[in-house]
T-cell receptor
């Protein structure tokens, strides 16, 4: 079983829609959760960072962690064509000194 | 992706050749790492370093070698290239391994024929 599972998509939605991206993880000891955005032929960039459970909001983006179900989500409101990218969830394994990434979901926002 | 510089951006190698992917950062970060990204596999950690003179293996280290003689540089060496090493390679650096301050380079596209 992979430590972090993510539906690779692709996901295509119209401009202005609410987008929901999701990941599941296997280890209940994970505490740090991140979402990275990766544009085509670019390196990933950190979008959202959360610790433990709960929600974190930044503009049109909301990250949510549900530790009881080992589920992490990223919501994008009022989606824009510029949001078209691959979104990667990740979690940090303390002591192992590494991030573990999901497979990434390719998202396209259609004008 | 300011601060982390990778070279070359594109490279084609023949099976059995060796080469070095260069990575440099100017943010005085202690933690540096190399990932490879393959379709459907996400990013997988190859090697990492928590400071000059200290390196360790990640998830997929076979066929790769690293060293960290300075804080700024973390080169990745392919010892004898194989087609299975065709991938996109990303170098990353941060103050720590927790991920909230990690910066990635632009990537190096490697094809082994």
């Amino acid at each position: 079983q992979k430590e972090v599972e993510q539906d690779p998509g692709p996901l295509s939605v119209p401009e202005g829609a609410i987008v929901s991206l999701n990941c599941t993880y296997s280890n209940s000891a994970f505490q740090y959760f991140m979402w990275y955005r990766q544009y085509s032929r670019k390196g990933p960039e950190l979008l959202m960072y959360t610790y433990s459970s709960g929600n974190k909001e930044d503009g049109r983006f909301t990250a949510q962690v549900d530790k009881s179900s080992k589920y992490i989500s990223l919501f994008i409101r009022d989606s824009q064509p510029s949001d078209s990218a691959t979104y990667l969830c990740a979690t940090y394994i303390q002591g192992a000194q590494k991030l573990v990434f999901g497979q990434g979901t390719r998202l396209t926002i259609n004008p | 992706n300011a601060g982390v510089t990778q070279t070359p951006k594109f490279q084609v190698l023949k099976t059995g050749q060796s080469m070095t992917l260069q990575c440099a950062q100017d943010m005085n970060h202690e933690y540096m790492s190399w990932y490879r990204q393959d379709p459907g596999m996400g990013l997988r950690l190859i090697h990492y370093s928590v400071g000059a003179g200290i390196t360790d293996q990640g998830e997929v280290p076979n066929g790769y070698n690293v060293s960290r003689s300075t804080t700024e540089d973390f080169p990745l060496r392919l010892l004898s290239a194989a087609p299975s090493q065709t991938s996109v390679y990303f170098c990353a650096s941060s103050y720590s391994a927790t991920g909230n301050t990690i910066y990635f380079g632009e990537g190096s596209w490697l094809t082994v024929v």
